[in-house]
Structure formats: structure tokens, C-alpha cells
């Protein structure tokens, strides 16, 4: 059965340093997107990528965050000064149009 | 008032009971409908997708969808205790979107 899948597992970095989580999405879908839970918390709405741009962004996907679909299969989403809270469990979905998202395992980010 | 409600639980029941998980919502604009199971630490993985008033059923899960009402519901027949998880409602398709609102998940424990 065809899967998102999510690289690194986790991921522990340090205050102020640039992270890349990675994700392969489903190979026939379009839409692809970002979120994010905070332990604890709800799932939360980052951003949504489709036809090689931004479609959707929320209030939390500031200039530190940015996407790239560098080739065919990968997408990814950069934090370029990670902060301590940052902290959280990152998912990336992706979706055929007008469908269910379907989600990777997400990456799990420490902000030390 | 928030987009999407959800009881957070925990919800403790025997095994082999139904159980019903509830969701309400404000933004009557939304049309598409999803329940996900979240392990600890893992990714929501999607039970139920719907787009319309009713139910629809795939196995042991019913999904319950009431626009007027602005509630949704899923049922669980003969419950096990891996069943045993977060169950987190969603919606999306106000129009020009489809990001997901999330709710904060019932926490579900089936005692076996």
C-alpha cells in the first residue's frame, strides 16, 4: 500500500541552527502539505504546496519556514533558525485533489 | 468559539462495547469530513473520510455526519483493546481550501 514517508524519525538540534525535515509523498498526488502537533496539543495547519508553490499558509509558517520540492519525489520543509518552540511532532500529507490526506509517521523535532 | 470541538477524554470502556466519538463544529462552509487514529507518537492515520450528510460505515467504524446540526460522530462496534488510541476528528473544503482543522482528539482506552 502506497505510504508517505518521513526522514529523520527524530531530530535534535540546536537553538538558532537550520533544519530539513524530508518527505516522499504518495506518488500520484498532488497536493502536499505540512503540519505540525506540539505535544500535547492539536494538530495544527502549516502549509499546503501545490503545482510547485504555496497554495495555503498559516500565521505559524513565518519567514523561518520554508518549502521546496527539489525533484520529482521529495518535499521538504526547512526551519532556518529553529527556536525552542519549535519543539514538536512535523507531518507531512499529501492528497489526490478533492481527497482524503494521508499522512507520514512525522519527524519528531528537539530544539535544545 | 473554536472551528472544531472535541471531548478530550479519556474515554474507558469494556471490550466489545460501542463507542461513540463526537465532534461539533462552527463554520457551517465546511464539506469534507475525516476521522483519524493516532498511536502515541505516530501519525494520524485516517479511519473515515466523508462528504456528506448520513452515515457511511467500513467495517466496524460508522461514520455520522449531521450538516444541520453541525456534528459529526464515530461509531466503534465491538471494540478491542487496540483499538485503544487518539481518535482526531477534521474537516476542510471551505471553499478555495483545503487545509485541515483539527480537533484536539479523544483519548480512547479499551479495558480488556
Known amino acids: 500500500e502506497p505510504e508517505v514517508t518521513q526522514t529523520p524519525s527524530h531530530q535534535v538540534t540546536q537553538m538558532g541552527q537550520e533544519v530539513i525535515l524530508r518527505c516522499v509523498p504518495i506518488?500520484?498526488?498532488?497536493?502536499f502539505y505540512w503540519y505540525r502537533q506540539i505535544l500535547g496539543q492539536k494538530v495544527e495547519f502549516l502549509v499546503s504546496?501545490?503545482?510547485?508553490?504555496?497554495?495555503?499558509k498559516s500565521e505559524i509558517f513565518d519567514d523561518q519556514f520554508s518549502v521546496e520540492r527539489p525533484d520529482g519525489s521529495n518535499f521538504t520543509l526547512k526551519i532556518r533558525s529553529t527556536k525552542l518552540e519549535d519543539s514538536a511532532m512535523y507531518f507531512c500529507?499529501?492528497?489526490?485533489?478533492?481527497?482524503?490526506?494521508?499522512f507520514g509517521q512525522g519527524t519528531r523535532l528537539t530544539v535544545v | 468559539q473554536k472551528e472544531v470541538e472535541q471531548d478530550p477524554g479519556p474515554l474507558s470502556v469494556p471490550e466489545g462495547a460501542i463507542v461513540s466519538l463526537n465532534c461539533t463544529y462552527s463554520?457551517?462552509?465546511?464539506?469534507?469530513f475525516m476521522w483519524y487514529r493516532q498511536y502515541s507518537r505516530k501519525g494520524p492515520e485516517l479511519l473515515m473520510y466523508?462528504?456528506?450528510?448520513g452515515n457511511k460505515e467500513d467495517g466496524r467504524f460508522t461514520a455520522q455526519v449531521d450538516k444541520s446540526s453541525k456534528y459529526i460522530s464515530l461509531f466503534i462496534r465491538d471494540s478491542q483493546p487496540s483499538d485503544s488510541a487518539t481518535y482526531l476528528c477534521?474537516?476542510?473544503?471551505?471553499?478555495?481550501?483545503?487545509?485541515?482543522?483539527f480537533g484536539t482528539g479523544t483519548r480512547l482506552k479499551v479495558l480488556a
Open positions: 500529507a499529501s492528497s489526490a485533489m478533492n481527497t482524503e490526506a494521508f
Open positions: 506518488s500520484n498526488h498532488l497536493y
Open positions: 504546496f501545490y503545482n510547485n508553490e504555496i497554495s495555503e
Open positions: 463554520n457551517s462552509a465546511f464539506q469534507y
Open positions: 466523508t462528504y456528506s450528510s
Open positions: 477534521a474537516m476542510t473544503g471551505i471553499s478555495g481550501t483545503y487545509k485541515y482543522i
